[in-house]
């Protein structure tokens, strides 16, 4: 009979030498204090506050994956066009909760690339309270991107 490991007991995990620590230190985080959320109303999702969070406070490293231009001309054809990040020579598609933050031109948080560790990082501008959707300005660092959006929504 083959052994199983119990949900709530915690299993070793095996180890993989990589460079990737050397290459990309820290590149990516995951918090527990914030939560993805089905906003029916909008008919899409956001991230919300799970407790307080105090201006500064680093929310996410979200990692990227690169993609070319010539890629990205194939995504921009499709729904995930729509969660692709400018980025410097091409795109970027966004991990963790990074391609789900909304938009706000009262932003309680900023996002910028890393692109030394190929991540997108999310910090807190100012204080944000329980339960508070964490909204970025997608306008705010005058990519293409942000021109873009800005003459969509009329800014």
Not at 78 to 91: D, I, M, Q, S, V
Not at 109 to 125: I, M, P, W
């Amino acid at each position: 009979m083959k052994k199983t490991t119990s949900p709530t007991k915690k299993r070793k995990s095996s180890v993989v030498k990589s460079t990737a620590k050397k290459r990309y230190p820290r590149a990516t985080h995951l918090p527990d204090f914030v939560e993805a959320r089905w906003i029916p109303e909008m008919n899409g999702w956001g991230v919300f506050a799970l407790e307080p969070v105090k201006k500064g406070r680093l929310i996410e490293r979200a990692p990227v994956l690169f993609l070319p231009e010539k890629e990205y001309q194939k995504v921009a054809e499709t729904k995930l066009e729509n969660y692709a990040y400018g980025w410097p020579r091409g795109a970027a598609i966004v991990f963790g909760y990074g391609s789900l933050y909304n938009h706000s031109f009262e932003p309680n948080a900023e996002v910028f690339h890393d692109e030394d560790n190929r991540c997108l990082v999310y910090e807190a501008l100012r204080p944000i309270k329980k339960g508070e959707e964490i909204r970025v300005d997608y306008t705010g660092d005058g990519t293409v991107e942000g021109i873009w959006f800005k003459e969509q929504v009329g800014a």
